[in-house]
């Protein structure tokens, strides 16, 4: 059965630090475009950032620019997405997923393109 499964979300004081892994099973993630999303209840859910399939090109949404940082753990068939400088606007429930376009170079931060989900794990940021 293939799946994704996130981990490593928790509690942080504002400017603190948390490292999410996205872990699949089933399949080679290598081969496959990422992309993380979060949700607040109440709130769509919007993409964060996104690692390409074959080249590994990234993109981040605006706000976590310089402060995010994604990559691939190639061998443990994980992604990683490292938060820093945590600020109060970031808590919601992490997501990872897959549109399952094996070797595409470039990936997207669309809810609707995605094709296999994570179940989430939350980020809480307070002081």
């Known amino acids: 059965q293939e799946q994704l499964v996130e981990s490593g979300g928790g509690l942080v004081q504002p400017g603190e630090s948390l490292r999410l892994s996205c872990t699949a099973s089933g399949f080679n993630l290598d081969y496959y475009a990422i992309s993380w999303f979060r949700q607040v209840p109440g709130k769509e859910r919007e993409g964060v950032s996104c690692?390409?399939?074959?080249?590994?090109?990234?993109f981040y949404k605006e706000s976590v620019k310089g402060r995010f940082t994604i990559s691939r753990d190639y061998g443990t068939n994980t992604v990683k997405l490292q938060m820093n400088s945590l600020q109060p606007e970031d808590p919601a429930i992490y997501y990872c997923?897959?549109?399952?376009?094996?070797?595409?170079?470039?990936?997207?931060?669309?809810?609707?393109?995605?094709?296999?989900w994570g179940q989430g794990t939350p980020v809480n940021v307070s002081s």
């Open positions: 997923a897959t549109d399952r376009n094996a070797g595409a170079p470039y990936c997207a931060i669309v809810p609707e393109y995605m094709k296999l």
């Open positions: 690692i390409g399939g074959s080249r590994d090109n990234t």
